[in-house]
């Protein structure tokens, strides 16, 4: 009987440590940050929204419309104001999760913008913007973020 449990005992932690094994997944932070900065260019400095909506909307939902885009960055950009210039400066490896966070700053003739994107996949998969969010200022402090080479 104790022989019975002990081999149960060992089944589950077996299981259970093999249901925990972490997934690891090739990034390329640089490629990611390339597909951030193509959007951005595109949605803010060149303000293309269709272009945009265009390369964006390959797997996502019937409710990603293009009118939800247009107001979604008019709404980042309440003043009206947009970037001239947008660049990748940094990322924030996500781990275990297939995507990274790419930082970007951007800037024209009075004011300068900083940007979150959040992108979705892998080194050989590719990425694609899944969030973007803009900071009033500096971005918050993180351990995990690093500069773009």
């Known amino acids: 009987m104790l022989f019975q449990h002990k081999v149960f005992f060992l089944t589950v ?9 972490p997934h ?9 940050a390339k597909e951030a900065v193509k959007i951005a260019n595109l949605l803010f400095v060149k303000q293309d929204v269709e272009t945009g909506f265009e390369i964006q ?8 419309t ?7 960055v008019n709404d980042l ?5 947009f970037p001239n210039e947008v660049w990748a400066i940094e990322y924030e490896p996500m781990p275990g999760q297939e995507g990274m966070k790419i930082y970007l700053t ?3 003739k ?5 940007y979150q994107f959040v992108m979705i996949g892998t080194e050989p ?5 899944f969030a973007i969010y803009r900071f009033d200022g500096e971005f918050p402090a993180s351990t995990l973020r690093k500069p773009l080479k």
């Open 125 to 129: 998969k590719g990425y694609r913007v």
């Open 106 to 108: 951007g800037r024209n």
């Open 110 to 114: 009075d004011d300068f913008f900083w």
């Open 66 to 72: 293009l009118e939800k885009l247009r107001a979604f």
């Open 57 to 64: 909307r390959a797997g996502q939902s019937e409710e990603f």
């Open 13 to 21: 932690v077996l299981i259970l440590a093999l249901s925990c094994t």
């Open 24 to 32: 690891f997944f090739k990034h390329d932070q640089n490629i990611a």
């Open 77 to 81: 950009h309440k003043s009206g104001v």
